[in-house]
């Protein structure tokens, strides 16, 4: 079987840039969780844990990287991954990433990357060195959704129209997404999206 190679993928404003790890993982680990609120009940002892969310899910990379056969530094290789924790000049924020290995794919952000190197030339030039990096799962409103299973009837919800609602200013609210609209137009038989009278009722449709 073919060795398959451990990339990460980096979503930029005007490309996608792939980058493989110069050898792959020895291990990972992935750290999720819940948050729950406690609430007080007159006459109970001890309050009750009302379920609020999920945390984001935490991914920790060990990578080992060694380039004192071909004499070069180390930083070549090192410096492309704590690259990507810089800010992309057009997002203003650091791009998001994916970490792709087998049947992981983790698509988050870095937040932190620590470097460590061991070895050196006698000229002082690093040529062996350990990273870890921490990303944090990040998804859409709209990704969430669709993962969550809902087996109960508020698979969908209604809406009364307000004064001034247009269907994409909804479906920008539902959804996070402005041109998910046209499901919301399926969904209530809607020809003329501009067409919205104020009082009436429209079935937000679950996103499939």
């Not at 729950?36 to 969310?53: A, R």
């Not at 690259?83 to 952000?109: A, E, Y």
């Not at 009364?160 to 609210?173: E, F, N, P, R």
Request: negative net charge.
């Amino acid at each position: 079987m073919a060795l398959s190679k451990a990339q990460f993928w980096i979503f930029r404003s005007s490309e996608t840039e792939k980058i493989d790890v110069l050898f792959n993982p020895t291990e990972y680990e992935l750290d999720s969780g819940n948050q729950y609120s406690e609430k007080e009940v007159p006459g109970l002892q001890t309050p009750l844990s009302q379920y609020t969310g999920g945390d984001q899910t935490k991914l920790t990379l060990n990578l080992f990287f060694d380039t004192y056969e071909a004499g070069v530094d180390v930083r070549t290789h090192t410096s492309k991954i704590v690259g990507m924790l810089d800010v992309d000049s057009d997002l203003h924020t650091p791009p998001t990433c994916k970490f792709i290995w087998g049947s992981l794919d983790f698509k988050g952000v870095i937040t932190n990357i620590s470097q460590k190197y061991t070895m050196f030339l006698e000229t002082g030039v690093p040529v062996r060195a350990s990273l870890t990096v921490t990303m944090l799962s990040s998804q859409t409103m709209k990704e969430q959704y669709q993962e969550i299973p809902r087996q109960s009837a508020d698979r969908t919800k209604q809406k009364t129209v307000k004064q001034g609602d247009q269907l994409w200013s909804i479906a920008a609210h539902e959804y996070e997404d402005p041109g998910a609209w046209r499901h919301i137009a399926e969904a209530n038989g809607i020809d003329n999206p501009r067409m919205l009278t104020a009082g009436s009722s429209l079935t937000i449709p679950r996103l499939e």
